[in-house]
Structures are given as structure tokens and as C-alpha cells.
């Protein structure tokens, strides 16, 4: 497997409880590398932005909303297989379906409150990435 990097963001519902630490610890235990962070908070034209590819699905609006409603950490995570490896971390979408340990099955409130995000494939990553980080905010 190759070192990749892949775009996590811990969501406003795991900033708000303080969880940031706690969800950056699964992820080091895990082996990822974060490389690049920043806490941040979206506006409504940012969150649209970013999720515009769910632009016509039914909880589009509810996702940009939750997304607005405090900080959120965006970060770069870096390491082998590091898509994979952080979807693996997060767990499922719907925490009630999510593994134990994982985060959304120890944090998340709900399947939209579900405490992160984290790109879906290499491409996807590479996107994301841009979205919110120069090349030159990302330090290995």
C-alpha cells in the first residue's frame, strides 16, 4: 500500500464537547499522521461549497446547516492507505451500523451528527485537500 493523504474534519457536535483530542487519538493510534490543521468556521457559502457534489440529495440543506452551527478542525491525516485506513477509524455513516471503538460509534450524537467527515476515495481527497489547505500548510 502506498503513504496517501486524506482530508478528516471533526464536525461542529465533536468541537462542541470538546472531543478533538480524543478523535485526533484514534486516528494517531491508528497509525495516521495529521499534517496539517486548523480549526475553522464554515459559513453557509463554504459548507455548500464543499459538499456541492450532494448538492441534490435530500439532506443536503440539513448537512450545510449542521455544518455551520460552530468550529470545525479540518485537517490533512497522512499514511499508508490513509483513505481506508481513516474511513476504518470513523466508522459507518449511521453509528448505530459503526464497529465498536470506532469514532462515530463512540462519539457521534446521529447519522448527520456523526462527529467527522473523511474523503471517500484518493481523488476525492486530493479535492478536498485543496479545498482548504495550500501545499505550503502541509508539513510531513
Partial sequence: MAVERTLSIIKPDATRRNLTGKVNAKF????LRIVAQRRVQLTRGQAEAFYAVH????FFDSLCSSMTTGPVVVQVLEGEG???KNRE???ATNPEQADPGTIR???AESIEANSVHGSDSPENAAIEI???????????
Avoid: L, N, T
Avoid at 28 to 31: K, S
Fill in 105 to 107: 460509534k463512540d462519539f
Fill in 82 to 84: 490513509a483513505v481506508a
Fill in 28 to 31: 494517531e493510534d491508528a497509525g
Fill in 89 to 91: 477509524v470513523m466508522g
Fill in 55 to 58: 448538492r441534490e440529495r435530500p
Fill in 130 to 140: 485543496g479545498f482548504f489547505f495550500s501545499q505550503v500548510d502541509i508539513v510531513g
